[in-house]
């Protein structure tokens, strides 16, 4: 019979190509594993996602969401209001009176010229007064050995018009007891915190009794009822010193 030289030669390549599976594996019938590449991973492990030529792949952190400040709880009430201080009232001031003179008090000659001081009332913040009057009290001098006996007025008072500049004549009470204020008369108004300041004058006549004796200044309400207590009725006083003396 004749064999083709092709057939043969199949035939041969076949045998031979049994022949090296079957020494690779040991069973004729199972074939080889297929031959792997030396930079694939073993099996059954993920492939790492390449990140560049010799540079392992290293996995970012998730990001992680910025946190939300917590919010703060709101009121629908309205915040209370602090209330407001109270106005502290001022202190209660009552009148006052002052006088003022030169070198700090009358000192008069017989005879001689007069001698000018001011009087000062502050009205307080406690009261008005409708009717407020100056007045001044001398007790009389016990007079000196040589002294010429003197008129019934050995001293001439006397206040500044403010309005028109000229003098007018002041009483002067002389006498050791106090007048009531209910027996005084006159007077000008004076609201409260008000201040007033006049010009007064005194003068020694030629003739009368020398010595010592302190002007007395009152305020006189001579709104005052009868039987006012006298703080009350002569809410101001002032003892301005006083001396007289005969010419040398």
């Keep these: ?82 209330p407001a201080a109270a106005a502290v009232p001022a202190p209660a001031t009552r009148l006052s009176l002052t006088a003022a003179a030169a070198g700090g008090g009358l000192n008069l000659v017989r005879g001689g010229p007069a001698q000018e001081f001011t009087v000062t009332v502050r009205g307080g913040n406690s009261q008005a007064y409708r009717h407020l009057l100056v ?23 006397e206040r500044r018009d403010p309005a028109t500049g000229a003098w007018r004549a002041v009483d002067l009470r002389l006498a050791t007891d106090a007048q ?27 003739t009368g009794p020398s010595g010592s004796s302190p002007l007395m200044i009152y305020a006189i309400d001579t709104d005052a009822a009868e039987g006012t207590p006298p703080g009350f009725g002569r809410p101001g006083y002032f003892s301005l010193p006083h001396t007289t003396r005969r010419p040398l």
């Design 1 to 82: 019979m004749h064999v083709s030289p092709r057939l043969l030669i199949a035939s041969a390549v076949l045998a031979a190509l049994s022949a090296v599976l079957t020494a690779c594996t040991g069973h004729p019938d199972i074939p080889a594993a297929p031959v792997r590449s030396s930079g694939a991973p073993p099996s059954g492990s993920p492939s790492p996602t390449a990140t560049g030529a010799g540079t392992p792949a290293v996995s970012s952190p998730a990001p992680t969401p910025a946190s939300t400040p917590a919010s703060t709880p709101t009121s629908s009430a309205a915040p209370a209001k602090t």
């Design 135 to 157: 007045a001044f009290q001398m007790e009389p001098l016990t007079g000196e050995p040589g002294d010429l006996p003197g008129p019934a007025a050995p001293f001439v008072l």
């Design 180 to 206: 009531p204020a209910h027996l005084y008369e006159g007077g000008a108004a004076l609201a409260r915190d008000a201040v007033r300041t006049e010009r007064y004058r005194l003068r020694a006549t030629v």
